[in-house]
C-alpha cells in the first residue's frame, strides 16, 4: 500500500508539472523550458504527428497556446510565396504592390481545424521585407482572457479568445534597416503591454493598459533597427523592463519608463531576447558573436565594462564572444547553452561564465539557426531553418543523440503544452506528441 500511495504522490505530481500554457514567444517565463511526459524526443513529417495543417498565408510568428486553443499570426497575400532560400544571408529586398490581409487565426487544440480567424488589416504592405522574413513575424501574446496581435507596421490588435476585437491601436509605419522588415514581439505583464519599436527613422518603447490600448508611457530609444523582444526581470528586489539595442543594452522602470541602467557594448544586428536565472540577468547581441553579461540586480546609472575587464560591481561575469545574433539563450540548471546562427553551439556555467562545452560545430550543410532552443526531459532541441532538429542530451558533455527532420523551412520558434510540441514551418503548423 504504501509503494502504492507513493505511485500515486509521484504521479500526480508529474502531471502537474506539465506546462499547461504556453502565453508567449518561449513560454510563460520566456526561458524555452518545458514539461510533460509525452513530449516526444522524435518526430519526422509522419512519426509522432499529431495533426499538420496549412496555415494561410505566411509568418515567420510562434505560435502560442491557451488551452484548447491555438494562436498565430500570418500575412496572407494575393499570391503563393514560393518557398524562402535558405543559408547564408541574400542580400535585397522585397517590395510589394500586392494586397496582403494581416490575421490572427485560432486552432482547435485536437483536431488543427481553424476556430476563427481575426483580419487585422488589409492593404498594400507600407514597408519591405527581406527575401526571408516574413509581414507577420511578431509572435502574439495571451493572457487567457484576450490576445494581442502586433503587427509592427500596422499595429496593435485585442481580440477576445472568440475572436470579437476589443479595441486597436496604430502607429505610423517606418522604414527598417536594407528593409527587411519588422520581428519584435509584445510583452504583456500584469496590466501593461509593452511594445519595443526600434527602427531607422523614430525608435521607441511604448506601454499601454490591456484593458484599453491607452497609452501609459512612451519613452525615445537612441537606436536603429532591432528586431530583439523585451523581458520583464523579476529580480526579487524590482520588476525591471529590459530591452537589447544596435548601442545598448537599457532597463527600464515598467511603471514609468525611467531609465535604470545600460551597459554599451552591443553592435550589428540584434534580434535577442534576455533571459533570467539564478538571480541574474543574462543579455548580450552583436554580429559575429557579440558580448555576453551576466547582471546583478540592483543596478544603476551605466555599469559599462572598461577596459579589458571581465567583470565589476553589477556585472558578475561576461564573455566577449559569448553570444549569439537570432536564437535566445537556454539555461538548464547550472548550464547556459548558446546556440550560433552559423551552427556552432556553446555552453558556459550560468553562474560563474566558465566554458563547460568547448563549442562544437554542427553539420547543418549551410543552414543557419534562426529559432530558439528548448529543453524538456534530459534533452535539449535546436531547429535550424532546413527543419532539421538536432537532439543532445542536457548535460555538461555535447553528446547527440539524434536529428529530426520535417523537410521544411522554419525560423519560428516552437510552442510547447498538454504534452505536445508545436513547430511551425514555412508551409505547416504540425502539433508532435509521443504516440508510445
Not at 523592463?241 to 551597459?263: C, F, H, N, Q
Request: charged residues 20%; aromatic residues 12%; contains cysteine.
Amino acid at each position: 500500500m504504501k509503494h502504492w500511495s507513493l505511485f500515486l504522490i509521484i504521479a500526480t505530481t508529474v502531471m502537474a508539472a506539465d506546462t499547461e500554457n504556453w502565453p508567449q514567444y518561449r513560454g510563460a517565463n520566456a526561458d524555452g523550458l518545458g514539461e510533460g511526459a509525452t513530449l516526444p524526443e522524435t518526430w519526422s513529417e509522419t512519426e509522432n504527428v499529431v495533426w499538420k495543417v496549412k496555415v494561410p498565408g505566411w509568418g515567420w510568428s510562434s505560435p502560442i497556446v491557451w488551452g484548447d486553443k491555438i494562436f498565430v499570426t500570418s500575412a496572407v497575400g494575393e499570391k503563393e510565396v514560393p518557398t524562402p532560400h535558405v543559408g547564408g544571408y541574400p542580400g535585397g529586398h522585397i517590395g510589394t504592390g500586392e494586397v496582403h490581409r494581416w490575421m490572427l487565426y485560432c486552432l482547435d487544440f485536437e483536431t488543427g481545424k481553424i476556430l476563427w480567424e481575426f483580419e487585422a488589416h488589409q492593404g498594400i504592405p507600407p514597408q519591405m521585407r527581406h527575401p526571408r522574413n516574413s509581414f507577420a513575424s511578431e509572435t502574439p501574446v495571451t493572457d487567457g482572457e484576450r490576445v494581442y496581435a502586433w503587427f509592427a507596421n500596422i499595429g496593435l490588435f485585442c481580440c477576445d479568445m472568440n475572436g470579437k476585437k476589443l479595441w486597436e491601436r496604430r502607429w505610423p509605419s517606418y522604414p527598417m534597416r536594407d528593409g527587411w522588415n519588422t520581428g519584435t514581439s509584445p510583452v504583456l505583464h500584469g496590466e501593461r503591454v509593452f511594445i519595443q519599436n526600434d527602427n531607422d527613422q523614430e525608435s521607441w518603447l511604448e506601454t499601454v493598459d490591456k484593458l484599453t490600448g491607452k497609452t501609459l508611457w512612451r519613452v525615445p530609444r537612441d537606436e536603429r533597427s532591432t528586431w530583439s523582444t523585451p523581458y520583464v526581470w523579476e529580480s526579487g528586489q524590482r520588476s525591471e523592463l529590459v530591452t537589447i539595442g544596435m548601442k545598448k543594452i537599457r532597463s527600464y522602470a515598467p511603471e514609468d519608463g525611467a531609465l535604470l541602467w545600460e551597459i554599451s557594448g552591443t553592435a550589428g544586428l540584434v534580434s535577442q531576447i534576455p533571459i533570467s536565472k539564478h538571480g541574474l540577468l543574462y543579455a548580450g547581441a552583436g554580429y559575429h558573436y557579440g558580448p555576453l553579461y551576466a547582471i546583478k540586480p540592483g543596478a544603476k546609472g551605466d555599469i559599462s565594462l572598461t577596459g579589458d575587464a571581465t567583470s565589476n560591481e553589477f556585472i558578475t561575469w561576461s564573455q566577449k564572444r559569448g553570444s549569439s545574433i537570432h536564437p535566445g539563450y537556454l539555461i538548464s540548471g547550472d548550464r547556459l547553452f548558446v546556440c550560433y546562427d552559423s551552427g556552432l553551439l556553446g555552453c558556459f556555467n550560468a553562474k560563474t561564465g566558465e566554458e563547460i562545452i568547448a563549442k562544437q560545430r554542427l553539420n547543418t550543410k549551410g543552414g543557419r539557426f534562426y529559432a530558439s532552443p528548448w529543453a524538456y526531459n534530459g534533452r535539449v532541441f535546436m531547429l535550424n531553418e532546413n527543419g532539421d532538429t538536432w537532439v543532445i542530451e542536457d548535460s555538461s558533455e555535447y553528446k547527440l543523440v539524434r536529428k529530426n527532420s520535417l523537410g521544411d523551412v522554419a525560423w519560428a520558434t516552437p510552442a510547447i503544452a498538454r504534452g505536445s510540441l508545436f513547430i511551425r514551418t514555412f508551409s505547416s503548423l504540425f502539433r508532435i506528441q509521443n504516440k508510445k
